[in-house]
């Protein structure tokens, strides 16, 4: 591959209780392509759970070296997610890849985020949301300029997420995801997004979530191995779904 430039890359998950979730979240990120994962921090921001918290402390993963921060008493969902991404930021980041510990990323995640942070990013930009509701396998390489903020998979620069810490808690809507929808609507800002999503969201089973909610909203068709684009194009969305 090229050579890379020079940037210090963080990928952050925040986790609770639901170990199957975050193994298949670490096993996603094991089939990114093994020399940009060497060059990456990956955070880790852990509400107590010892089952967890072993795991992540022990498991192989080729990273640059494993952060592992555990709160010492519940900090809830809104928390512990800014937790993740303000740690990596704090250890020296450019960029940082977010996960919540149900977002299984697909094998070119860690190749995007090395296209969207190269390119010429506008102010109006808010981050690239790795999430898409694609219903067919098709235009993996596409990526869409214009697009709704959707909370399952980041990537944000160090500029971005200094932008929006004083939006994460305090806009006025629900919680952290809510608020950034709403400051991308009411400040005419917009988020970059493949058209074919990059993220399989597993979390069925959650503290806001039922099999019910997750079919509706988190179901999609996503990028697999064997549908890996060569390039990937940018492309400006005049028609795109305001879905909130």
């Known amino acids: 591959m090229s050579t890379l430039k020079l940037m210090n890359r963080t990928i952050s998950i925040h986790t609770y209780n639901r170990l199957w979730y975050t ?5 996603g990120l094991k089939k990114n392509n093994p020399e940009l994962l060497k060059e990456y921090t990956l ?71 090395e296209f969207y942070v190269n390119q010429d990013i506008p102010d109006d930009v808010l981050c690239m949301c790795l999430f898409t509701h694609s219903e067919e396998l098709k235009d993996s390489e596409i990526i869409n300029k214009n697009a709704e ?32 929808i ?16 990059r993220i399989k969201n597993i979390g069925e089973v959650g503290l806001h979530y039922n099999p019910g909610l997750y079919e509706a909203h988190r179901v999609a068709k996503v990028l697999t191995a064997d549908s890996k684009p060569e390039k990937y194009t940018l492309v400006d969305n005049e028609n795109w779904d305001k879905i909130y």
């Open 182 to 197: 709403n400051f991308q609507k009411h400040n005419n800002l917009t988020c970059w997004q493949p058209a074919l999503s």
């Open 43 to 113: 955070v880790c921001s852990c509400e107590p759970n010892s089952e967890v918290i072993n795991y992540l402390q022990n498991v192989d993963i080729s990273v640059a070296r494993k952060m592992i921060y555990v709160n010492e008493t519940l900090i809830g969902c809104d928390n512990n997610s800014f937790n993740a991404i303000n740690k990596s930021f704090a250890i020296g980041a450019d960029f940082n890849v977010f996960l919540e510990d149900d977002d299984v990323p697909s094998p070119d995640t860690l190749d995007l985020a």
């Open 23 to 27: 193994q298949q979240v670490i096993e």
């Open 149 to 180: 903020f959707r909370t399952w998979g980041l990537v944000i620069t160090k500029k971005q997420f200094e932008k929006i810490i004083p939006i994460w808690k305090n806009y006025g809507f629900g919680g952290w995801d809510w608020n950034l």
